[in-house]
């Protein structure tokens, strides 16, 4: 089976196991088309399931020093 998986990817996801597809797979789409749409692709009823178990957290946070800069200097609206 994992030689027909890696054939089939074609060297194209660097890295890519059958373990780490699915998590893969729906972390792209949620991240595109929303989590709703990957619990769908990957046969979920919920997408709670789905972001609970397969979609991958973001390791870090955007920056948003200008919004907290206005929020605590009295002009944030």
């Known amino acids: 089976m994992r030689t027909?998986?890696?054939?089939?990817?074609?060297?194209?996801?660097?890295?890519?196991?059958l373990r780490s597809?699915?998590?893969?797979?729906?972390?792209r789409l949620e991240?595109?088309?929303?989590?709703?749409?990957?619990?769908r692709q990957l046969g979920h009823e919920s997408p709670a399931i789905t972001g609970r178990h397969?979609?991958?957290?973001?390791?870090?946070?955007?920056?948003y020093t200008a919004v907290l800069d206005r929020l605590f200097s009295?002009?944030?609206e």
Do not use: C, M, W
């Not at 991240?31 to 619990?39: D, I, Q, S």
């Open 31 to 39: 991240r595109a088309v929303g989590v709703k749409e990957a619990a």
């Open 21 to 27: 597809f699915r998590p893969t797979v729906a972390t």
């Open 4 to 17: 027909k998986f890696r054939d089939a990817l074609d060297h194209q996801v660097e890295g890519a196991t």
């Open 74 to 76: 009295g002009t944030a």
């Open 54 to 63: 397969y979609i991958e957290r973001a390791s870090t946070a955007g920056d």
